[in-house]
């Protein structure tokens, strides 16, 4: 199970949580963003909240704020920053107080406050929140310093007189008396348990402080004394001002309660955001500025609409998975966390972690190379590993897997008449039951091309047990081919499938091994290529080629040497999408797998060159015109078969397809004897389209309804239906039972439906 360490360390790598860059340049951390979503929809008395949450005294420091923020501001690089300052003016002369912080229960502890600038004020204001009395020592100025000397458009005097009111409500005292001079310094220091004195408090200089020796993050000077304010000589920012004041109260506050002065004080101040926000593709738009001294409403909504609302989600805008469960990577881990610490009862992220393609798109957008792949394998494995992992997840797949494993598919030999292998060629289970005669092509065309024998290995690589998480399974399948290859004498592995070659260049460093790409590439094309189309074409790279440079390289550069007019689809080469195939996706989450499919054909309006199977097929199943680029350079022999329109050949259809393929080789190049083909296999079907979508969608097979009618028509256990022709049979041939609704019709059985469940009927355990 993921240990604590690890989720907390998964967690802080997506930054998406992190604040945004203006909110974290800003002294007091107001959430402008939030406040701007407010304004762009003209809820001002949202907005208003925002203020009050953040800001000591809204009223003075709405009107005030000097925009230390500005710089940081995402938008500077897209037309210019957000206007910030005016539109937090905007608000606050538009609203009232909508909410009043908290006070905490009184805590004891007597502080003296010198000096009654914003800062002081501050301090008093947050201490008093906390449950803190103190007294402030006005000296000879007003409450607000500065402040005082605004205009009354800019400040009106009774803001400052209500700030006042505000504090002494609090309990708050205002010594206005007191001339405070070194040695009434000295007994305010021995009569108060903490002392925070301005830094340009007159006289400063004659009291025996070091105020070069403030300490930047506690603004402790000595012992129980501490600063707040800025120096003379530092310009006068009102921002800065209430931040020093509420740093100092937060110091006192420790310092009285005894704790520690510094800990976790790093993102008090101003301080670098982590988020990244990307402005790629943001239009520039300059600022809305007010007409007058403020904005009316719509200009302050124009104003806040510009705000990009600073996020990351770059994982998230491209990754339809992510989209689909509408979170992203850092509150997924928290989930996957969760569901792995539940002991009995229902795993709600169960299916979340088995939708996602583990594509690894996500790794190469996300800024802190975040893999979402990396955790949702993980998880799967974790679930195989405890028993968690619910058998219909990937059992299709992997049924499907053991099919190309099986005797009916796989198959190893050397050249025809050669007795050793400097080539191997692997053309995978998926191109094999797409485009069959393609596969027999490209091997007679490698044989002719290539010196010192081509063998051939039918099989499946066995990424499918490693998408499912079943790693020991894996294992076993890669020890068994590396078994086979070591018999063969270990030659160069040449892969049609990209997925095959990510899987082999990975699982077995110490083989050679080629894509068919690079070998077409450096070797020539054959002489019976199609006559190209006039038309442009994007091409489509497969997310397994994400990270083969050279493979996508090779396939750009045959296509170029065949004439073709290629474009690039908004997400090329390392940025590819998957098609839905990828981590058994289809399998676990079809109605997910389409959408992403679609995703992927959207991203271009040119028909698509295609040189994965799988994507081709499921482009294809999206309604998108996709071709396989091997179909263009091994033609049907009259040129017939338009690559653009051939149909996903489906799920039953690519099982024929590989044992078609196997028996032709066998004994076309080979001269042996085929394969017999099982009993059930002889049992004729007839099924419209309709149905056959019904199937697929289902993911039942038409071996599947062979086999139930077979053993049904054996036993004459079937259910006739009085109103019709037509029988309902069920069989449950593995771990799932299916039934079938058919009709004898000439020489074959008509099907009109057809479904499965994992349930067992009590009938079932007779079989
Ligand atoms: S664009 Fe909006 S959220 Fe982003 S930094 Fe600027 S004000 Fe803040
Ligand atoms: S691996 Fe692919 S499908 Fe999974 S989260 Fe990343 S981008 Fe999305
Ligand atoms: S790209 Fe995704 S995972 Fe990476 S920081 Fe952004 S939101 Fe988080």
Known sequence: MMEQSELRELEATCIQEERAQCIAACPIHVDVKSMMACIAKGDIKGARKILDRTMPF????????????????????????????????FCIENSTEAIKPPKLPAKDGKIAIIGCGLSSMTAALD?????????????DSFPGGPLNNLPESILPAETLTKAVGLLESLGVVLDRDKNIDANEFKSIVNDFDAVIIELDFRGIEDFSIDIDKIDEVT???????????????????????AASGRRACSSVDRFLQNASLTSLREKEGPYKTRLYTSTEGVEDIIPVLPSASIYTEEEAKKEASRCLLCECMECVKHCEFLQYYKEYPKRYVRKIYNNQAIVTGTRQSNKMINSCSLCGQCEVVCPNDFSMANVCLDARRYMIGKGHMPPSAHEFALLDMEFSRGEHFSMLKHEQGKDSSEYLFFPGCQLSGSDPAVVEKLYSHLCSTLSGGVGLML??????????????????????LMEKISGMGSPVIITACATCYDSFSREFPELKTVSI??????????????DMPAQTFSISDPCTARHHRGVQDAVRNVAAKLGFKLEEPSNTREMTDCCGFGGLMFNANPDLADKTAKRKADRTENDILAYCAMCRDNLVASGKKTAHLLEYIFPDENQKIDPLERPNPGFSMRQENRSRLKNNLLEKIWKEEPITMPEYSSV??????????????????????QKTILACENSGRKLSNPNDEYFLASHRPVRVTYWVEYKPVDGGYEIRNAYSHRMILPEDYND
């Open 219 to 241: 603004l402790q000077i000595e012992d129980k004394i501490f600063a707040t304010g800025q120096k003379l000589s530092d310009r006068f920012s009102p921002m800065k001002q």
């Open 459 to 480: 099989d499946c690589c066995g990424i499918p047990a490693h998408w499912a998480g079943r790693q020991s399974d894996y294992d076993a399948i890669k020890a068994e």
């Open 58 to 89: 809204p009223e003075i420091l709405g009107r005030t704020c000097d925009q230390p923020c500005l710089e940081s501001c995402v938008r500077s690089n897209a037309g210019g920053s957000l206007c910030i300052g005016s539109i937090e003016r």
């Open 684 to 705: 004729k079907l007839v099924i419209s389209d309709e149905v056959r979508d019904l199937l697929e969608k289902r993911r039942i097979l038409d071996q599947d309804i």
């Open 127 to 139: 201490l008093a929140r906390k449950g803190r009395n103190s007294t402030i020592f006005t000296g």
């Open 517 to 530: 790409w690079e070998i077409l590439d450096a070797e020539g094309l054959p002489e019976t290529k199609s």
